[in-house]
C-alpha cells in the first residue's frame, strides 16, 4: 500500500503478474542484430519479396476510392462483416473444414491476441496448460502472463509424442490436474518445423474426446507447404466442439495489417468478444478491408503459390547448405513447409555459449531454450529461412559450420 | 476440473474473471440501431465527414510507393520509431508537454489498449481504482476485467468534485485502501462533456503528490476545443512522474489506423511493451506508416482545425435545438469541445424505460447508468453529436423532445 510521501513507490504497485514478466530473449536479441554485415537466421519476418506489393497497391487504393469512409472508421468487436463471411467459405474450400457459420469466426490483432484471449478465458492463476516441448515462444510468454502452470511433452520429427502425451494425460487425470487446454502447432511447428501426422492427429482428437479437454490448434503456416500431402487439421476433425483454430494473414499475405481470425463455438466466440471490447474495442478497420478486397479481388490464393516456390527455394539453399558443410554429427529438421528448421547439437555443445562466437562471425541464430517452457535445449537452436537472401544463406551456414567446428 | 466425459463441461473451463464479464450495453444497443430511419446520438463514433479521405488517399499511396517493404512488416513492440519521434515533438507543440523522449512513447491498438496493459501492470484481484462518476463505459469494463474494485467520485460541470476526491483520499489512506491509480478524462470527458479548470488540475496534481499516487490522463478529444481558453494537461504539471498520458488518432485523424500513444517512465513503458509482446506482439505496422505520413506531409494538423468547425456546429445545432424543444425542467452541460453532452432529467423520471418510447419514434441515445461504477444516474443520458447530420440532429431533439414531455 502506497504510504503518504513524495516519492511513488512503483514496487508496490505494480500487479503481481508482472512478477512474472521478462522481455523476449527473442525479441531483445533482434535488437542486436542491426548490424548491416550480419547475416540473421534469428528473425521469425516473412520475406518482403512475398509481399505482393504492386498488387495491393491497387488493392489499397481501391478501399481509399470506394470504401475509405467505412475502412476509416471504428469496426464491430468482431471483426468486418464481409471478411468474416469470406473466411467461413475459405475455411471450407481451403481448409477442409465445412459447416462453419460467420458467428464461429472473430477478427483479432494477429494470432497472439487469439492467444491472449483465450488465455483470458480460460486461465486461472496456477491452471495447466500442456504443450509440446519446445513450443512457439510467444504462446509461452501469454500463457506466463496469466500465471499459468505449462506441462510440455517432448517433441520429435512426428510432432508431439502421442504416446507419451497419452501417459501423460492419464496421469493427470489420475491427480485431478488435467490442463485447461492443449496448445499445438500442428504443422510446419514453430519453432522446429515439424508436422504432426494424420494418424497422429486423430489420436490426439481421441485424447480430447476421452477427457474432455479443449485444444487450440494454431496454424499460421499451414498453406506454406512445399512438398508432400496435405494432413487434414484438427479442426476438421472437430466432431464435438473441442477444437479452437487460429489463422493469420501474416505469413499469406503480410503482418503489416496485423489481421488475424479465431474459429470456435459461438459460446466462446461471444467471451471473447467481451474481452477483446475491454482490451481495444476493435482491430484496425483498415487492415481488415485491405485483406478482405486482397482475397475478393483475388489477389491472395493465386499468391500464396508464389510464396511457397520463394520459400521452398530458400529452404532447399539451407538444406543443401547445410549438408555441405556441417559436420555429421550435427543433426536438424527438413520441414516441407513453414519458415523454420531446427538444429540439434552434440549433448555437450552449448548453443548460447557458441552464439557469441557466430556474432562475432557475422550470422546470429536463436537459441533453443527460450522455446522449452521446462528447461532443457542447451544444445538446440533455430534457423528462419525465409528472410534472407539466397547467397546469405549459403554464406551464413557456411560461416555457422566454421563455428560448429571451432567448438 | 474436467471429467472423463463425451461432453465438454465448458463452466468448469472459464477462468473466474470472465464471471465479471458482460457485454457492453452501448455495444449491444448499437446492434439494434441499424434501421435506416433511426436518428441516433447513441454512438461515439467521429463523423466520416471529418476523416480527411482526399488528402489520405495520396498519404496512403506514397506509403505503399516509398515505404511498403516496411509497412507490410511486423514493426517493433514499441512501434514505428519515426512516429514515435515526431510525438515526442508534437506533445511540446500542441499539447504543452516538453522534455520527453522517445524511450517515455509507446503506440497501442487504440487507447483501450493502453488502459488494458496498464491495468495488468498495476491491478490484482480486488486492487482499488478511483475514477469520476460517471466515468468512461470502456475503463470501467478494462477495470472489471481485471477485478479491480472502482471508486466513484460525483462530478459537476466542473469536472470532478475535487474537495470530495480530498475528503475520500484521507479517509482510504487512514483504511490503508488507497487505490492503484486514478482515471480521469480531464477534457471534454466521455460521456459528460465537462472540463476540469487549472485551478483544479493543480489541486489533483497536489493530491497526488500527498498521497503518493499515479494518475491516468486519457486525452481523445483535448485538441477538439471549440471555444474558450486551453486548459493546461496535468501531465504538463508532472514533475514526479505520476502522471501516465493517453493520445490517440482516432478522432483527430481516423479511428480505422486504430493507432494510439501512452507516455509514461521508461520503467512503466519497458514493462507494457513486455505486456504487449504477449497480448499482440505489435500495432499493425500499415495504420502507424499511414499516421506518420499524414503528420509529416502535414495533414494532420491543418486538419483538425476543420473537425472543429464541423462538431462546433453540430454542438451549436444540438444546443440550440434542446433550448428550443426541451421543456425548463430539463438540464444539460454546454461542452466546450469534444463529441458528448450529458443531459439530467428530473428524479422521478427513467432514462431506460423512455427509451423504447424513444426508440419508437426512431431517435435513440445512450442511458446514463452504464457509466456509474457504482450505481445511479437513472435520469440521465449522454448524447453524440458528432455523427448525425445538422438536419436530423434538430429533427431528433424536437423528437426526443415530445418523448421526454409525454412522460
Request: glycine share 8%; proline share 5%; aromatic share 10%.
Amino acid at each position: 500500500m502506497n504510504k503518504i510521501t513524495g516519492k511513488l513507490k512503483m514496487e508496490d504497485l505494480f500487479s503481481e503478474r508482472v512478477a512474472g514478466m521478462h522481455s523476449s530473449e527473442i525479441r531483445e536479441l533482434l535488437k542486436l542484430l542491426d548490424r548491416p554485415e550480419m547475416i540473421s537466421f534469428a528473425g521469425g519476418l516473412p520475406n518482403p519479396d512475398a509481399f505482393p506489393i504492386e498488387k495491393m497497391k491497387r488493392v489499397v487504393s481501391h478501399v481509399m476510392e470506394v470504401h475509405a469512409r467505412e475502412a476509416l472508421q471504428y469496426g464491430t468487436t468482431e471483426g468486418h462483416a464481409k471478411l468474416r463471411h469470406v473466411i467461413c467459405g475459405g475455411m471450407d474450400d481451403h481448409y477442409g473444414v465445412s459447416g462453419l457459420d460467420v458467428k464461429n469466426i472473430m477478427i483479432t490483432n494477429g494470432s497472439q491476441q487469439g492467444l491472449n484471449l483465450l488465455s483470458q478465458l480460460f486461465l486461472n492463476p496456477g491452471d495447466r496448460v500442456l504443450t509440446s516441448d519446445p513450443t512457439y515462444l510467444g504462446a509461452i510468454l501469454t500463457f506466463r502472463s496469466y500465471q499459468a502452470e505449462i506441462e510440455s511433452i517432448p517433441l520429435d520429427d512426428q510432432g508431439i509424442r502421442v504416446e507419451l502425451l497419452a501417459e501423460r494425460l492419464a496421469y493427470l487425470e489420475k491427480a485431478a490436474t488435467l490442463p485447461k487446454f492443449i496448445y499445438l502447432i500442428p504443422s510446419f511447428q514453430n519453432p522446429t518445423g515439424v508436422t504432426i501426422p494424420e494418424e497422429n492427429r486423430r489420436e490426439i482428437y481421441r485424447l480430447l474426446e476421452k477427457y474432455g479437454l479443449l485444444l487450440i490448434e494454431d496454424d499460421p503456416y499451414g498453406l506454406l507447404r512445399f512438398e508432400g500431402d496435405h494432413v487434414p487439421l484438427l479442426k476438421s476433425m472437430d466432431v464435438s466442439d473441442r477444437v479452437v483454430y487460429l489463422g493469420t494473414f501474416s505469413k499469406i499475405l503480410a503482418p503489416g495489417y496485423r489481421v488475424a481470425w479465431m474459429i470456435a463455438t459461438e459460446e466462446i466466440i461471444t467471451k471473447a468478444t467481451i474481452a477483446k471490447q475491454a482490451q481495444d474495442l476493435c482491430t484496425n478497420t483498415f487492415g481488415q478491408y485491405c485483406v478482405f478486397e486482397a482475397i475478393y479481388h483475388d489477389v491472395l490464393f493465386p499468391h500464396i503459390a508464389e510464396i511457397v516456390r520463394l520459400y521452398k527455394g530458400k529452404r532447399d539453399c539451407m538444406l543443401t547448405s547445410m549438408d555441405r558443410y556441417f559436420p555429421d554429427n550435427i543433426s536438424y529438421t527438413r520441414p516441407q513447409g513453414g519458415m523454420f528448421l531446427w538444429v540439434t547439437l552434440p549433448e555437450s555443445y552449448d548453443a548460447f555459449k557458441m552464439l557469441s562466437s557466430a556474432i562475432e562471425k557475422n550470422v546470429a541464430y536463436v537459441i533453443g531454450t527460450p522455446f522449452f517452457p521446462n528447461g532443457g535445449g542447451h544444445n538446440t537452436f533455430r534457423l528462419n529461412y525465409s528472410y534472407a537472401s539466397d547467397d546469405l544463406i549459403e554464406e551464413g551456414i557456411r560461416r555457422l559450420a566454421d563455428v560448429i567446428k571451432a567448438q
